[in-house]
């Protein structure tokens, strides 16, 4: 008759596991799987900025979960990355079901991941047995305890939302954005900002981790952000420093997550928004200026257009991107396939990955964005014409075709190499 396994060889077992899940690569591979599963349950978890809290929060509740199992006791402090996260929810508008649904989803998913590895392992079925009940137990710990801690963390900050103008903007926003009618003259009293001018929608964001990210384990700890406090009033800091750079007739910020936000400026015909600056750690991506109710929305997707180019470009294109720089970009990697295609096709051997190859890369760019000017590329690129010349002749000889025979194709697969990288 098969036995219990001792206690000793169930915590040397469980402390096995703890160590090689904790283990970067296999966390981060957890997380992942965690989060995919939880927002497969729950669809409205979509959104960049959403996700991006819920990671933080994800990898944080790993660790302390996965710690805890080696433990005797089943005590459990939820971290601030959760706390952080559902403040998100709550400034974003969504009923607190939502975060319980998260945390349903999360409970399922962590014992699809434990049920999976114990099957994979193959172990003894007495075994099996002891680590489920032990999971089980801890993962109904841990639901309480998170549930319990952040339905208040939730209606705080939705009370708080409630009574502040900043809630009334979210709506507002949302609705505009969403394509619901809605009266300008209304929104634009309500919102203490001229819908019909013409404006440019802004996002902003930090290149640092998420507030109250959780340091690698074993390694230093660095004290979390102050819950939608550092990092969104640095934000909220800027956005009013751009708008002034602007001389800006009106601003309009709503926070999008606990370290982005989402901004509308109102300018004039003739402001000069390619010369805007941002310090580190912001970086800030531009839509298109237009005007009205239609222009409100449609700047604000250029400006989430080209953040998916900023966050998939494997080139630093600086702290401030506008979307018309990246437009051609973003339109050809939409379907990443499609796009490698092109490149090779039009590139050919242009599209090796050594230096000399990246060199007449960027000369043959210079030389098109300069209307063929071997003069105007060479002194975009700091070097004398003739090395240009010499350079195209290169590249004509590489391609097996004249440059004035190749079309706007070729150009698009240089930018787009330009910025993804080969």
């Given at each position: 008759m098969a036995t219990a396994p001792s206690g000793v060889a169930m915590r040397q077992w469980m402390a096995d596991f703890v160590a090689e899940t904790l283990r970067t690569d296999s966390l981060e591979q957890v997380?992942?799987?965690?989060d995919a599963q939880i927002i497969d349950r729950v669809p409205e978890l979509t959104d960049r900025d959403i996700r991006r809290d819920l990671e933080s929060s994800t990898r944080a509740h790993a660790l302390a979960v996965l710690s805890g199992l080696t433990q005797d006791t089943m005590d459990y402090a939820v971290p601030e990355q959760a706390h952080a996260f559902a403040r998100t929810l709550a400034r974003r508008g969504?009923?607190?079901r939502l975060l319980l649904r998260v945390y349903h989803a999360g409970q399922e998913a962590a014992i699809d991941y434990m049920t999976d590895v114990i099957d994979e392992r193959q172990l003894?079925?007495?075994?099996e047995r002891s680590a489920l009940i032990r999971l089980f137990e801890r993962s109904a710990r841990w639901i309480n305890t998170s549930v319990e801690a952040l339905t208040d963390t939730y209606m705080q900050e939705r009370e708080r939302g409630l009574r502040a103008a900043l809630n009334q903007r979210t709506e507002i926003v949302r609705a505009l954005l969403s394509g619901e009618e809605i009266d300008a003259d209304q929104a634009s009293a309500r919102l203490g900002f001229r819908l019909a001018r013409r404006q440019i929608a802004v996002v902003l964001w930090t290149d640092t981790e998420s507030p109250g990210a959780t340091p690698l384990p074993f390694g230093p700890a660095e004290p979390p952000e102050a819950p939608g406090g550092d990092a969104l009033g640095l934000l909220e800091r800027t956005a009013t420093r751009v708008a002034h750079a602007l001389d800006g007739a009106g601003l309009l910020t709503v926070p999008a997550g606990s370290s982005a936000l989402w901004a509308w400026i109102a300018i004039d015909a003739d402001a000069v928004i390619g010369n805007v600056t941002v310090d580190a750690p912001v970086r800030m991506v531009c839509g298109v200026p237009a005007a009205g109710v239609a222009g409100f929305r449609q700047s604000h997707r250029d400006a989430i257009a080209a953040r998916q180019v900023v966050e998939r470009a494997s080139a630093d294109l600086g702290r401030v991107v506008m979307y018309s720089q990246v437009e051609m970009a973003y339109l050809a990697g939409v379907d990443e396939a499609a796009m490698r295609a092109l490149i090779r096709r039009e590139l050919g051997p242009l599209a090796?990955?050594?230096a000399n190859s990246a060199r007449l890369r960027d000369t043959l760019l210079a030389y098109l964005r300069c209307h063929?000017?071997?003069e105007g590329a060479a002194a975009r690129l700091g070097v004398h014409k003739n090395t240009v010349r010499y350079r195209i002749q290169r590249i004509e000889e590489s391609l097996g075709r004249r440059i004035d025979e190749c079309?706007?194709?070729?150009e698009l697969a240089l930018e787009c190499v330009a910025i993804y990288g080969v």
């Open positions: 997380v992942s799987r965690l969504y009923d607190l003894p079925s007495q075994f090796g990955q050594n063929r000017s071997p079309g706007l194709r070729l």
